[in-house]
Each structure stands twice: as C-alpha cells, then as structure tokens.
C-alpha cells in the first residue's frame, strides 16, 4: 500500500533529517562566506543535510517504484529543488548531495 510506505519512509527520513541537521550544526552559506548574499530566508538555522532536497528525492523514488515514468520526471524536479537551494544561497551543494543520498534510503 502505497500510503503506508509514504507515512513509515518520512517518518524514517524526517527522523534522520532532524537528527543530522541538529546534531552537525552546519552553519548556512551567508553565515560562513564573506559578502554571500542568499535570496530567501532559510527556516532553520542549519544546513546540514537539505531537507527539501531529501524529502522531495524521497517522494521521487517513492512514486517510482508504483510508476516509473512518472518517477522519472519527479526525479528530474527532485534534483531541481537541490539546485534551487543552491541557487537561493541557502544550501552548499554538499548540503543537497547529502539530502538527496538521505532521500534514496
């Protein structure tokens, strides 16, 4: 049933996000760089790994598993929501590796 493993894969990744993001404490690009200027304001402290990259990567893999070709395309708008954290100066790009290897668990 695809609404179970939906609830039990995000509770495991949610869990795991939280975990990291609290323990590692990784500073934020504007915080770290000189002169870095981001484009939204984050809504947490840390960066480490990217939540937005690991659950939208988990919701991919997810829908791929019942549905491939749909799968793909959320694959391809998965690893455009890393991008998009880069781009807004809220994510190093080791920040979106990470989430994204947290959300192909």
């Known amino acids: 049933m695809l609404a179970a493993r939906f609830v ?3 509770a495991v990744e949610r869990t795991l996000y939280f975990v990291l993001k609290n323990s590692l404490k990784r500073r934020r690009p504007p915080e770290c760089v000189p002169d870095y200027n981001r484009l939204v304001l ?8 990217s939540g937005h ?8 893999a997810l829908i791929y598993a019942d549905a491939p070709t749909v799968g793909m395309l959320l694959f391809v ?4 929501v890393g991008l998009s954290r880069v781009v807004l100066g809220v994510d190093f790009p080791s920040d979106i590796v990470a989430g994204a290897a947290l959300g192909w668990q």
């Open 8 to 10: 039990w894969a995000f």
């Open 42 to 49: 984050p809504s947490d402290k840390f960066s480490f790994p």
């Open 77 to 80: 708008w998965a690893c455009g």
């Open 53 to 60: 990259t690991s659950a939208a990567l988990l919701f991919a």
